[in-house]
């Protein structure tokens, strides 16, 4: 297997481990054939194969991570920050609310440059493994939450299916304007192809609003390509 085709596969694999804790047993077996049948083609299996296989895979766990993110918000969006200062030693604790830990997200923090310039190797290491376990350690809080209120489970998944149908519709929509006009029929295929590798569970997420944004430019761009004439 290719070097390329190694990296997406471990992407693959990272992003199945993190699964959100709403996904059902079926649909979790429905992506593990996919990956199995995947690592079946060997070197066969190219970067389109690998790709698709993770958009797939995002389109499956896209309405469960949503219903989840949903519920941690509504009942606990404080618990994981909290479990991950509990899990940093007192001095490292000490240090990290000084410098604004409090204040924002731990993503937005590990990025800065305050991070890196008041935070030795060390205790950036620290912090960010104190992260990573509190995200594991609230995957096994939300899994009680869950199980506990399947009626708030079924609101949040009626949403994120009716949100998910919305964003692909404005994807079939901005497509549709690829048959208005050969000549920019390929800018408009290059971000209908981005925007739907934003399914790909290795992906950021992508918004509705941003796909909207697009239709509106194509559509004033033929309008006044069409009032030049």
């Excluded at 990296?7 to 649909?27: D, N, Q, V």
């Excluded at 489970?153 to 208005?180: F, N, P, V």
Aim: charged letters at 35%; a negative charge; aromatic letters at 6%.
């Amino acid at each position: 297997m290719q070097q390329t085709q190694s990296a997406l596969l471990s992407e693959l694999e990272f992003g199945i481990k993190h699964l959100p804790p709403t996904l059902p047993a079926e649909r979790q077996k429905e992506i593990d054939g996919m990956v199995a049948e995947l690592k079946a083609l060997g070197e066969k299996a190219d970067d389109g194969a690998m790709r698709d296989v993770m958009v797939a895979t995002g389109k499956i766990e896209w309405p469960y991570r949503q219903a989840y993110k949903g519920m941690v918000m509504e009942c606990c969006s404080q618990t994981e920050h909290q479990m991950m200062i509990e899990n940093l030693r007192p001095a490292t604790r000490k240090k990290f609310k000084n410098i604004g830990g409090d204040d924002v997200s731990i993503h937005e923090l590990v990025r800065s440059r305050i991070f890196e310039e008041q935070l030795t190797p060390e205790e950036r290491y620290e912090v960010q493994e104190a992260s990573l376990n509190a995200r594991l350690q609230m995957i096994e809080f939300m899994k009680e939450v869950i199980v506990n209120r399947p009626k708030d489970l079924e609101k949040g998944l009626a949403k994120a299916r009716t949100d998910q149908k919305k964003l692909e519709d404005a994807i079939d929509q901005l497509e549709a304007l690829t048959k208005i006009d050969a000549d920019w029929a390929p800018d408009i295929q290059a971000k209908v192809d981005q925007f739907k590798l934003g399914w790909s569970i290795s992906e950021p997420d992508v918004l509705v609003g941003d796909v909207d944004k697009e239709i509106e430019y194509w559509q004033e761009t033929f309008a006044a390509s069409e009032a030049e004439v």
